[in-house]
């Protein structure tokens, strides 16, 4: 059986194993165009901005090198840097709608409950907008895209205690905001 690691699967990637770049697409895709449309809140520009992601990977990864930083975090940076570009191309703020962060089944709701449930979406994206913008990325990192408290810190080039305090004023501000 293979190593399946993130470290041996970048080692065979870079000796041009297409095997190996398809497991770490395989592994980070969902990651990465959730991240994406969280921060966008356009499914079409979220998808082509993961494949964005893993065209810079697979063109940039005979020059990265492992360090004690996860290979997840080298991949976040990158999209956090598609998505600044992004930014400064429209030249406005995207707004990030919450229901679009993840892929969700489709459900049996009620239209009330529907209606409902959009609402409170809203309110919590609007919400959001109101919190510092490294506050929200902390608090999108942690729990939209489901990262460690390791990993968060590593993709915002910052300490675990740094992501923690962002993290915490972040969910204050957010609470603040929602009363």
């Known amino acids: 059986m293979f190593d399946t690691s993130d470290a041996n699967l970048v080692r065979r990637a870079q000796q041009g194993n297409k095997g190996a770049i398809g497991k770490l697409y395989d592994r980070y895709q969902e990651q990465m165009f959730r991240f994406a449309w969280s921060r966008v809140g356009d499914r079409q520009l979220a998808e082509d901005i993961t494949g964005e992601i893993f065209t810079r990977m697979v063109t940039h990864l005979p020059e990265y090198r492992a360090t004690a930083v996860p290979f997840s975090a080298w991949l976040y940076q990158i999209a956090r840097n598609l998505i600044t570009d992004v930014y400064r191309r429209q030249d406005s703020r995207i707004l990030q709608p919450l229901e679009n962060a993840h892929l969700v089944a489709e459900t049996q709701e009620s239209p009330d409950m529907m209606v ?64």
Request: aromatic letters at 2%; glycine letters at 4%; proline letters at 2%.
């Open 116 to 179: 409902e449930h959009q609402l409170t979406i809203e309110k919590i994206q609007a919400a959001l907008e109101t919190i510092d913008p490294q506050q929200r990325e902390a608090v999108t990192l942690r729990f939209l895209t489901g990262l460690s408290l390791r990993e968060a810190a590593e993709t915002m080039d910052c300490s675990v205690a740094a992501l923690k305090s962002l993290q915490h004023r972040g969910l204050q501000a957010l609470r603040v905001a929602l009363k």
